[in-house]
T-cell receptor, first 114, second 111 residues
Framework: DTGVSQDPRHKITKRGQNVTFRCDPI?????LYWYRQTLGQGPEFLTY????????KSRLLSDRFSAERPKGSFSTLEIQRTEQGDSAMYLC????????????FGQGTRLTVV | GESVGLHLPTLSVQEGDNSIINCAYS??????FIWYKQESGKGPQFIID?????DKRQGQRVTVLLNKTVKHLSLQIAATQPGDSAVYFC??????????FGGGTRLMVKP
């Protein structure tokens, strides 16, 4: 257990529905990252926060995706109007920042869109 | 990183032998590299890291080698154990502190 907690662990949803995932990082970590991983591939960067500020977003993050970290602690990732291609593992990671750049990953939320 | 789809490169080794997993990275400006281990159904787990001003770093049973000339990274695992069976990813850090992951190698340890 790395200390990064994600909820839920699994989510099955019908196409077109909205889903929201939550990530609780390690408490003193100011940086929080979201990645997406499909079967047999490495994680792909989606977005990251430093405290409550969203500093970077990947081109993979379509306008159906939105992430928030309102108080600089936990974060949520929402996917609106889900599509079958959104089926993947959504991973959250946190780190202390540039000087301590080791990123710790959570167990992920596996999304299946049917 | 380069996609390998559903068919990950696989390295099969005998328990007790040494393993070497290789990775080619893409960005010559990357300044930090990490090896992660991922077991089925779990998130990636940090193994060892190396900064671009180093060419070798050792941990417990693991060594990472960095060759910036050819943009190549390797992970050596000494005395491989069944618990080492997993998918291994290298990752490089470029601009913005985000990590870019390679396609992964599956390590299978035969008892």
């Amino acid at each position: 257990d790395t200390g990064v907690s994600q909820d839920p662990r699994h989510k099955i949803t019908k196409r077109g529905q909205n889903v929201t995932f939550r990530c609780d990082p390690i408490s003193e970590h100011n940086r929080l990252y979201w990645y997406r991983q499909t079967l047999g591939q490495g994680p792909e960067f989606l977005t990251y926060f430093q405290n409550e500020a969203q500093l970077e977003k990947s081109r993979l993050l379509s306008d159906r995706f939105s992430a928030e970290r309102p108080k600089g602690s936990f974060s949520t990732l929402e996917i609106q109007r889900t599509e079958q291609g959104d089926s993947a593992m959504y991973l959250c990671a946190s780190s202390l920042g540039a000087l301590n750049t080791e990123a710790f990953f959570g167990q992920g939320t596996r999304l299946t869109v049917v | 990183g380069e996609s390998v789809g559903l068919h990950l490169p696989t390295l099969s080794v005998q328990e007790g032998d040494n393993s070497i997993i290789n990775c080619a990275y893409s960005n010559s400006a990357s300044d930090y590299f990490i090896w992660y281990k991922q077991e089925s159904g779990k998130g990636p787990q940090f193994i060892i890291d190396i900064r671009s001003n180093m060419d070798k770093r050792q941990g417990q049973r693991v060594t990472v080698l960095l060759n910036k000339t050819v943009k190549h990274l390797s992970l050596q695992i000494a005395a491989t154990q069944p618990g080492d069976s997993a998918v291994y990813f290298c990752a490089e850090r470029g601009a913005g502190n985000m990590l870019t992951f390679g396609g992964g190698t599956r390590l299978m340890v035969k008892p």
